[in-house]
């Protein structure tokens, strides 16, 4: 049983780096994983019989890369790809693998594996196979979905990337900026989902922030030099930051007013602030992740509700919304508004949004929301009541149900 768990620890550190480190030399996601997954199964068979290697790391790496070289040996088709690779069959002097070429080759994975040849769904389902190390049923669980679906947007998004021969390579040049957006993107739909749930019983999946916060450290190591990776940390740091006060005893949603601040996890918002630091010494200050670290700094360094600087969060808004024009974007900036100058000028920026009928906000339960507190703050009772009904209705979380089901009652 030892053993087994021996295994099963050094595999969950080390599979990205054998799959990444495979697949570059495979030339295909799907065929690597399917040989790191063979050694996996290979160690659960023979380490508890001939005892554990010495540097069991190492063994995996080098099984695995005599097991690539001998696909493409059998492989006609990948022959000449052998030519140029010039890999020969690893030796005892081969146990180690270069420290940089593996952290190339997992960088390398980043960008493949957020490929936007690839639907979101299914780049943020490989994403968390392929660098997160979770197995389709717990992505099914902490998405909601069945686990055949998660099976099959795996599957279709490997094929897809085999079909339509995806480099294994970091992009340069102009494709770069494209790709590293994409990449951005997945890591923080997976932190999203976890900081509110989109929907079933419970407002958090803090598992699913820790896999984001893992994959956005480990991209910041691997690209030090870029700016919105580290504005990408920082705004999960900062937010992950308020987790444990986000929720009452019972589950409930606390809101942001209202939440105990001891319980935000200092150890957390330095590294945020250090990481935001980073991104703006970097020319990042501008960057879409790194503007909403700013913000989220802003209520961070506020030790009560009352010290919060709302003008300077209204003003990042603003300048976020030029960067970034999205509705969602737009309904944050209206909050903004409402907090800095009063509720009246948050319900104009709501309503000015309201009005122009955007696709994306005519089911968005937010939307009706935050209209419904900032008519409840104007005395606007019976409006404010219309709307929380509204929002509960399109809400589909429980627990976010609950909360505007008890505002409705407050205002009774």
């Not at 900036?333 to 409402?338: L, M, N, P, S, Y």
């Given at each position: 049983?030892q053993?087994?768990?021996?295994v099963?620890?050094?595999?969950?550190?080390?599979?990205?780096?054998?799959?990444?480190?495979?697949a570059?030399?495979?030339?295909?996601?799907?065929?690597?994983?399917?040989?790191?997954?063979d050694?996996?199964?290979?160690?659960?068979?023979?380490?508890?019989?001939?005892?554990?290697?010495d540097?069991?790391a190492?063994?995996?790496?080098?099984?695995?890369?005599?097991?690539?070289?001998d696909?493409i040996?059998?492989?006609?088709?990948?022959a000449?790809?052998?030519?140029?690779?010039?890999?020969r069959?690893?030796?005892?002097?081969?146990?180690?693998?270069?420290?940089d070429q593996?952290?190339?080759?997992?960088?390398?994975?980043?960008?493949?594996?957020?490929?936007p040849?690839l639907a979101?769904?299914?780049?943020?389902?490989?994403?968390?196979?392929l660098?997160?190390?979770?197995?389709?049923?717990?992505?099914a669980?902490?998405?909601?979905?069945?686990?055949?679906?998660?099976?099959?947007?795996?599957?279709?998004a490997k094929?897809?990337?085999?079909?339509?021969?995806?480099?294994?390579?970091?992009p340069t040049?102009?494709?770069?900026?494209q790709?590293?957006t994409s990449?951005?993107?997945?890591?923080?739909?997976?932190?999203?989902?976890?900081?509110?749930?989109?929907?079933?019983?419970?407002?958090?999946?803090?598992?699913?922030?820790?896999?984001?916060?893992?994959?956005?450290?480990?991209?910041?190591?691997?690209?030090?030099?870029?700016?919105?990776?580290?504005g990408l940390?920082?705004?999960?740091?900062?937010q992950?930051?308020?987790l444990?006060?986000?929720t009452?005893?019972?589950?409930?949603?606390?809101?942001?007013?209202?939440?105990?601040?001891?319980?935000?996890?200092?150890?957390l918002?330095?590294?945020?602030?250090?990481?935001?630091?980073?991104a703006?010494?970097?020319?990042?200050?501008f960057?879409p992740?790194?503007?909403?670290a700013?913000?989220?700094?802003?209520?961070?360094?506020?030790r009560?509700?009352?010290?919060?600087?709302w003008?300077?969060?209204?003003?990042?808004?603003?300048?976020?919304?030029?960067?970034l024009?999205?509705?969602?974007?737009?309904?944050n900036?209206?909050?903004?508004?409402?907090?800095?100058?009063?509720?009246?000028?948050?319900l104009?920026a709501?309503?000015v949004l309201?009005?122009?009928?955007?696709p994306?906000?005519?089911?968005y339960h937010?939307?009706?929301?935050?209209?419904a507190?900032?008519?409840?703050?104007?005395?606007?009772?019976?409006e404010a009541?219309?709307?929380?009904?509204?929002?509960?209705a399109?809400s589909?979380?429980?627990?976010?149900?609950e909360?505007?089901?008890g505002?409705?009652?407050?205002?009774?």
């Open positions: 049983m053993t087994r768990a021996l099963e620890g050094v595999w969950k550190v080390e599979a990205t780096r054998i799959v990444a480190t495979v570059r030399m495979v030339r295909d996601v799907g065929v690597a994983e399917e040989i790191a997954q050694c996996l199964v290979t160690a659960l068979e023979q380490w508890p019989v001939k005892g554990p290697p540097n069991p190492a063994w995996l790496m080098t099984t695995a890369r005599n097991r690539a070289v696909r040996r059998r492989d006609q088709r990948l000449a790809n052998l030519a140029e690779l010039g890999h069959l690893p030796g005892e002097s081969d146990l180690e693998v270069e420290p593996i952290e190339d080759d997992v960088l390398r994975l980043v960008f493949v594996a957020c490929h040849v979101a769904q299914s780049r943020v389902a490989l994403a968390l196979r660098l997160g190390g979770l197995r389709a049923a717990e992505i669980r902490a998405f909601l979905v069945p686990e055949a679906t998660v099976a099959q947007r795996i599957s279709r094929r897809t990337l085999a079909d339509k021969q995806v480099p294994f390579e970091v040049g102009a494709d770069r900026p790709r590293l990449v951005l993107e997945v890591i923080y739909l997976i932190f999203n989902e976890g900081y509110s749930a989109s929907a079933g019983d419970d407002l958090l999946r803090p598992a699913l922030c820790q896999d984001a916060l893992h994959l956005g450290r480990s991209l910041a190591a691997l690209m030090p030099d870029e700016p919105e990776v580290h940390t920082a705004l999960m740091e900062l992950a930051s308020r444990r006060a986000r009452g005893p019972n589950g409930e949603a606390v809101v942001l007013g209202e939440q105990n601040r001891a319980r935000w996890d200092q150890l918002i330095r590294r945020g602030l250090a990481a935001l630091e980073k703006q010494a970097l020319g990042g200050s960057g992740y790194t503007l909403q700013a913000i989220a700094a802003a209520h961070a360094r506020a009560t509700p009352e010290e919060t600087d003008k300077r969060i209204a003003a990042l808004y603003q300048v976020l919304f030029t960067v024009p999205s509705p969602v974007v737009a309904l900036r209206a909050v903004a508004f409402g907090m800095a100058f009063g509720p009246q000028a948050g104009d709501v309503d309201a009005e122009a009928d955007e994306a906000m005519r089911n937010l939307l009706p929301g935050v209209r507190d900032l008519l409840a703050r104007l005395g606007r009772t019976e009541r219309a709307e929380f009904e509204r929002a509960a399109l589909s979380n429980r627990r976010e149900r909360a505007l089901l505002r409705l009652r407050e205002l009774a």
